[in-house]
C-alpha cells in the first residue's frame, strides 16, 4: 500500500491489518509506550475543507510518531490561487516525506499521488473518507468483538463520501450494509454497477433497515460544499433520522455511530446523541489511533 486514496483500492488484508495495527498501537499509548517511527519527518497537510477531528488527530499522530505535521490551508498556498496540483505535489513531492488532504475532487488526491511520488492520504474528498471508516471499524472491533457477521445500517444521505467509503468496506469485508435513504439520495446506479456483487442493499423503509442492526449510522445531511441545498436536503431527509424508535429494533447491544460534526434533532435525536456519548467519541477518539496505523504503513512502504 503506497497510498490510502479510498477504501475501495484496500484489500480485506490490508484493512483488516491497519485495524489490528491500530488497536496495539492505541493499546501501547493506554500504557505510555509511544512509537517514534517517523521521526525527522515533514508531512504537508493541505485542506480546502474545513475539520476539527481529521486536523487535530493527524497533528498529534505525526508529532506522536516523531514528524513534523505541516499544515497548509489551501487558500494560504498558491494552490487557491489556481496553481495547478500536479505542480503543487512536484514541489512538495521534493520536499515533505508525505501528504495528507482534504478537498472536493478525488482526482486532485490521485493526480497528486501520482505526480508527487510521495506517500498520499485522502483526509476527505467527495467520493471517501477511507481515514473515518479505519477508525470506525476499529470502534466496532473494541464494542462488538468485530464486524463478521454484523448488520451496519447507514441512514440519511447515502450518496455522500461516507456512504460510498461504507460500501466498499462491506464488499471488501463481506458484513451487510444497509443503506436508507430516500432515492434521490441513495448511491446511483453508476456506483452501484461500478461497486459489482456486493453485500450491499438500498431502501426506504428505516424501520426495516433498523431491525435486527448491530451498528445504527449516520452522518450530516449537509456535506461540504452542499450547503445551499440545505433546505431542501433537510426536508426530504426528515424521516431518515436515527431516534430511540430505531434503536429499540436493532440487536440487543448494538451500538449508534456518527462520524461528527452532529447536527442534533436533524440526522441524529438530541437525546440519543446524549445517550450514546461514549460510543460516538470513541469513535472519535480512534482516529487518532487509526490515522497512526495508515502513517506508519505508508512510511514502511515508502
Ligand atoms: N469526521 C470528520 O472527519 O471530522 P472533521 O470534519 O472535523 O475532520
Ligand atoms: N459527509 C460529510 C462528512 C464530514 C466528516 C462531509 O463531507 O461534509
Not at 490510502?4 to 480485506?12: D, Q, S
Not at 513531492?93 to 508527487?116: L, N, S
Not at 448511491?187 to 433497515?209: I, N, S
Not at 440487543?252 to 461514549?278: M, N, W
Request: with cysteine; proline share 4%.
Amino acid at each position: 500500500m503506497k497510498h490510502l486514496l479510498g477504501i475501495e483500492p484496500l484489500t480485506a488484508g490490508e484493512i483488516t491489518a491497519l485495524v489490528d495495527h491500530a488497536l496495539e498501537l492505541k493499546t501501547q499509548r493506554s500504557r505510555g509506550s509511544i512509537t517514534t517511527e517517523l521521526k525527522g519527518e515533514t508531512w504537508a497537510m493541505i485542506f480546502t475543507k474545513s475539520s476539527t477531528r481529521t486536523r487535530v488527530s493527524f497533528e498529534v499522530g505525526l508529532t506522536e510518531l516523531g514528524a513534523r505535521p505541516l499544515f497548509l490551508n489551501a487558500n494560504d498556498i498558491q494552490l487557491g490561487r489556481g496553481e495547478p496540483i500536479k505542480d503543487t505535489a512536484r514541489v512538495l513531492g521534493r520536499m515533505v516525506h508525505g501528504a495528507i488532504i482534504r478537498t472536493y475532487a478525488q482526482q486532485d488526491v490521485v493526480d497528486f499521488a501520482e505526480y508527487g511520488k510521495i506517500p498520499t492520504i485522502n483526509a476527505l474528498t467527495d467520493e471517501e473518507h477511507p481515514c473515518q471508516i479505519l477508525a470506525d471499524l476499529l470502534t466496532i472491533r473494541e464494542r462488538l468483538g468485530g464486524w463478521e457477521g454484523k448488520k451496519v445500517v447507514f441512514f440519511g444521505d447515502g450518496d455522500c463520501n461516507m456512504g460510498r467509503s461504507w460500501a466498499w468496506a462491506a464488499k471488501r469485508l463481506g458484513f451487510e450494509l444497509v443503506i436508507a435513504a430516500p432515492k434521490a439520495f441513495q448511491p446511483d446506479d453508476a456506483f452501484m454497477a461500478r461497486l459489482g456483487e456486493a453485500p450491499v442493499t438500498l431502501t426506504e423503509d428505516v424501520e426495516a433497515a433498523a431491525t435486527g442492526a448491530d451498528v445504527l449510522y449516520t452522518d450530516t445531511w449537509v456535506s461540504m460544499g452542499r450547503e445551499a441545498e440545505a433546505e431542501e436536503r433537510l426536508k426530504i431527509l426528515k424521516p431518515f433520522q436515527i431516534h430511540g424508535g430505531l434503536v429499540k429494533l436493532a440487536n440487543p447491544g448494538a451500538i449508534v455511530q456518527h462520524c461528527l460534526p452532529a447536527y442534533r434533532d436533524k440526522e441524529i435525536c438530541g437525546t440519543l446523541f446524549e445517550e450514546r456519548a461514549d460510543e460516538i467519541f470513541q469513535q472519535a477518539e480512534n482516529r487518532l489511533h487509526a490515522q497512526k496505523a495508515i502513517l506508519i504503513a505508508l512510511a514502511r512502504e515508502r
